[in-house]
């Protein structure tokens, strides 16, 4: 068993027992999800609330162990399993993170997700980014579009720039939660415009190519 695993399999181990032992402190119905201004729109029933979140880890963990095993393209995801290993951890503690916030806002202390949440979106999307620099073709794992996933060269190409732009999105995301309003709409337009931009971009490379 790899390093990596271990460290999963101990976030995992983690969450379940925060759940278990906040279970009986937790409301009826628990707080699951707020609004951009930071207020609760959203609830669940106690037993899901506290545990969903821990069953949800653990299938995430499972489908990142089980892509490496049926990709045609798997010899290439070895070449890049440090990065993909360390995107699962960090990812992990982004859930567990999320996890934790819910269960000390139900028992009553009350951290702004309007704040945590988007820092830790901008912290993974700059690890997507290192992730997709050195990603190699495969079915499952980076910008998979008809152009990249038929050249080397294009996916190569495609993924340079994509790790630039999944960093400044994640600078991005960070600034989003001290401008909350103001920021967050702009920046879902930005990320409309990079994932497309980088589906444009893809194509023309092929084209190049072929010529």
């Known amino acids: 068993m790899r390093k990596s695993e271990i460290v999963a399999l101990v976030i995992i181990l983690a969450s379940f027992l925060v759940s278990f032992y906040f279970y009986p402190q937790m409301p009826e119905n628990v707080a699951s999800h707020w609004n951009i201004e930071g207020q609760v729109d959203g609830y669940m029933n106690r037993f899901w609330g506290t545990f969903m979140m821990p069953l949800v880890i653990l299938g995430l963990f499972l489908l990142f162990a089980f892509i490496p095993k049926i990709d045609p393209l798997k010899k290439n995801i070895e070449d890049f399993r440090k990065?993909?290993?360390?995107?699962?951890?960090?990812?992990?503690?982004?859930?567990?993170?999320?996890?934790?916030?819910?269960?000390?806002?139900?028992?009553?202390?009350?951290?702004?997700?309007?704040?945590?949440?988007?820092?830790?979106?901008?912290?993974l999307f700059i690890f997507i980014g290192s992730l997709l620099e050195?990603?190699?073709?495969?079915?499952?794992?980076?910008?998979?579009?008809?152009?990249?996933?038929?050249?080397?060269n294009v996916w190569d190409k495609t993924h340079k720039l994509g790790a630039k732009v999944f960093r400044i999105l994640g600078v991005l995301f960070i600034f989003t939660a001290f401008f909350p309003q103001q920021m967050f709409f702009t920046l879902m337009v930005f990320i409309f415009a990079g994932v497309f931009y980088l589906f444009i971009y893809s194509y023309i490379e092929y084209k190049k190519e072929k010529k």
Not at 110 to 123: A, E
Not at 134 to 152: M, Y
Request: hydrophobic content about 55%.
């Open 83 to 123: 990065e993909f290993d360390l995107f699962i951890i960090v990812f992990l503690i982004f859930m567990f993170s999320i996890h934790v916030q819910v269960i000390l806002w139900n028992i009553g202390v009350k951290i702004n997700p309007g704040i945590t949440i988007p820092i830790g979106i901008g912290i």
């Open 134 to 152: 050195k990603a190699k073709r495969n079915w499952f794992i980076g910008i998979r579009t008809p152009w990249t996933l038929s050249s080397d």
